[in-house]
């Protein structure tokens, strides 16, 4: 998504556009507890989005089970996620968001499957899954 097709709303528009726990996840960077998420056991081929844009964030390919409790995914749609340095928990970790609304997606750690050893742990209520079409 371009600039020009991100959103960008007030907080007031945020919390009426939003569930409580997806305006403490999206917008105040908060955590869902492990294990509440369906789509920790989603496995449909498609696509996981930014529960607040719908910017494509994920592919199904890259997801994988990771025993935390959160969906995890090797690997990321890059041009559509943003990064900082998150010290909020005693330690140095980095947290990644939505490229086009910022919303906080999870973080992110070297403990993953190859080829990237990365492991994206993501906050469920903070994407949406779009199935493929079948054609």
């Known amino acids: 998504m371009d600039d020009k097709n991100c959103i960008n709303l007030s907080e007031t528009e945020w919390k009426s556009r939003l569930t409580p726990l997806e305006y403490s996840v999206l917008r105040k960077e908060g955590t869902e507890r492990p294990g ?3 789509l920790n056991w989603e496995k449909r081929v498609g696509q996981y989005n930014c ?3 719908n910017q494509p964030l994920f592919r199904s390919e890259h997801k994988y089970e990771s025993g935390t409790g959160w969906p995890s995914f090797y690997d990321v749609i890059h041009e559509n996620i943003g990064t900082k340095t998150d010290k909020k928990l005693f330690m140095t970790r980095t947290e990644y968001h939505c490229s086009c609304c910022k919303g906080h997606q999870g ?3 070297k403990d993953g499957p190859a080829p990237t050893g990365l ?3 993501n906050n469920g209520v903070a994407l949406k899954f779009v199935p493929s079409q079948q054609t």
């Open 51 to 53: 529960a607040g844009c």
């Open 36 to 38: 509440t998420s369906e």
């Open 119 to 121: 492991r994206y742990c």
């Open 107 to 109: 973080h992110v750690f």
